[in-house]
């Protein structure tokens, strides 16, 4: 099921449950299973300390739906996996750091 989403700086507009619209970038997309989920982090602030994660429902396309997890397990694994993609995009930053001096 490993399918590539062609994104960049992708926002997403969500309403919580103040009725408040609140401006997401996409972070992250990626697969947990035979699931997609994707990693949304507030568009206002500078310095990231929170995200949100969802499931994806692939529409056709480009197109997709954000759905909420509302089992406590599926969340975790999938926080799980975003943390394990940040200490990856972190792990690689830093040796593409060394290796340009």
Known sequence: MSKEYEFEETMVTLTDEDGQDRDF????IYEVGKKLYAALI???VENVEE?????LKDLGGDDFELEDIDDEEEYDAAADAYEEC????????????????
């Open 42 to 44: 507030p568009g206002d």
């Open 86 to 101: 940040l200490d990856t995009r972190a792990w690689n930053m830093t040796f593409e750091g060394e290796n340009e001096n």
């Open 25 to 28: 970038y996409i972070d992250e």
């Open 51 to 55: 995200y949100y994660v969802f499931r």
